[in-house]
């Protein structure tokens, strides 16, 4: 599987950016999300859309700013981020892994290039 991220960029506290993963193959097939990684700080989940029911999960760090979806015609995952803050600058990476309650992209199977947010006035 190759999942290619995109839409990052630099954007002011309080503003918006949605990010896109096309993928390689069907959605069908596992669970598909996203994990970021800033410098000097652990991995984290930050939502992921479970493969049998499709329930989706956040990270209670970005629980109410952003949501993810899928288009499943478009074999592409999207994560539209609100109210961004200056912590949630990292490298954001789609991917298929773990994805169920209490369990965000942990453990991973296949992930590509990330995208960089940057959030700064």
């Known amino acids: 599987v190759q999942l290619q991220a995109s839409g990052g960029g630099l954007v002011q506290p309080g503003g918006s950016l949605r990010l896109s993963c096309a993928v390689s193959e069907s959605l069908d097939y596992d669970a598909i999300g996203w994990f970021r990684q800033a410098p000097d700080k652990a991995r984290e989940g930050v939502s992921c859309?479970?493969?049998?029911?499709?329930?989706?999960y956040y990270a209670d760090s970005v629980k109410g700013r952003f949501t993810i979806s899928r288009d499943n015609a478009k074999n592409t995952v999207y994560l539209q981020m609100n109210s961004l803050k200056p912590e949630d600058s990292a490298v954001y990476y789609c991917a298929t892994g773990g994805c169920w309650p209490g369990t965000i992209m942990s453990p991973l199977d296949f992930w590509g290039q990330g995208t960089l947010v940057t959030v700064s006035s």
């Open positions: 859309i479970a493969r049998t029911d499709r329930a989706t």
